[in-house]
């Protein structure tokens, strides 16, 4: 038997942690019902975010009857492919897509090739020059289109490059060259400077730096900003439209106009449907990509 100062200690110890229901559940009280609410307004935003989309193959596919009908239905009764073969028929929409391709291409290597040395040099040269730099191409966003389309149809015209593709490559580099120079800096900064640092050690210039050691850790962030300049360049029309004249050199956002008659009335059957057709090569593009964003940034993550 234990002494009687031992039991009084027994008695007098101080009973430990309550577990309650909740505790039982494996989890705090309203969890469940939080991540409920959270996925709950997720799948929300994604139905507002795809509603637009999913009216507009509604409208491609149903025929005239239904588009004039005064009671729409959100299915079609009567599904047709009509409109698609109709807006085929009507417009050069594979060679109108084809010049977009090339432009939107085109654009964003040339964009991010330009974009990734100047980057480089901005992250790392702290001083005024370069905060003057980073100010100017924030600044430079804020420019609307129509003050610059005349200083730079004058320029393309003094370079023969009016009515044509390649003039119209330039225009959405410079374009979209500073927004891309600044997403880049963000993602240089990023990079520890210890790892060039152990480079040079090892003999490595700066070329070779930026080629062999900075460049795979910025994969992600080059492939996030060439999904920029070219989902900019594709979905462009004002440039295109006061650029490009000839019918053979039009991209498909100024094409799609050539639904519209004279007086604004729509064929909006066809319409609908080339506009369906236009917006998926940007999505097919970026949900691909966006498979690869992921990965870089795991890999990286791991890689650090």
Not at 47 to 52: G, I, K, N, R, Y
Not at 154 to 171: A, F, I, K
Not at 173 to 194: D, Q
Not at 247 to 262: I, N, S
């Amino acid at each position: 038997m234990g002494s009687p100062d031992s039991r009084t200690r027994s008695r007098t110890r101080s009973p430990g942690p309550v577990r309650g229901p909740d505790h039982r559940r494996g989890g705090r009280p309203g969890r469940g019902r939080v991540r409920a609410a959270q996925y709950a307004a997720l799948g929300a935003y994604l139905v507002f975010l795809a509603f637009p989309f999913l009216w507009l193959l509604s409208t491609a596919l149903k025929p005239p009857r239904e588009l004039g009908s005064l009671d729409p239905a959100w299915i079609p009764r009567d599904p047709t492919l009509g409109n698609f073969r109709q807006a085929f028929a009507e417009q050069p929409l594979l060679h109108a897509a084809f010049n977009s391709l090339t432009a939107a291409l085109c654009a964003a290597v040339v964009a991010v090739v330009l974009a990734t040395p100047l980057a480089f040099v901005l992250a790392r040269r702290r001083g005024r020059t370069a905060t003057a730099v980073t100010g100017w191409v924030v600044v430079s966003q804020a420019f609307p289109f129509v003050l610059v389309i005349i200083p730079l149809f004058l320029l393309l015209r003094n370079l023969r490059l009016v009515d044509s593709v390649p003039g119209l490559v330039l225009v959405y580099v410079v374009w979209s060259l500073p927004f891309a120079l600044w997403m880049l800096v963000g993602y240089v900064r990023a990079v520890p400077p210890e790892l060039e640092e152990a480079a040079a050690v090892d003999g490595a210039g700066r070329l070779r730096t930026l080629v062999s050691v900075v460049a795979p850790l910025l994969a992600p962030g080059i492939v996030a900003t060439a999904l920029f300049a070219f989902v900019t360049a594709w979905n462009e029309f004002f440039f295109a439209l006061v650029l490009l004249k000839s019918p053979e050199q039009q991209t498909l956002p100024v094409v799609l106009t050539h639904f519209l008659g004279a007086e604004g009335a729509a064929d909006l059957g066809p319409l609908a449907a080339a506009a369906f057709l236009a917006t998926l090569p940007s999505l097919v593009v970026f949900s691909v990509i966006q498979k690869r964003i992921t990965g870089g940034l795991s890999a990286g993550a791991v890689k650090s």
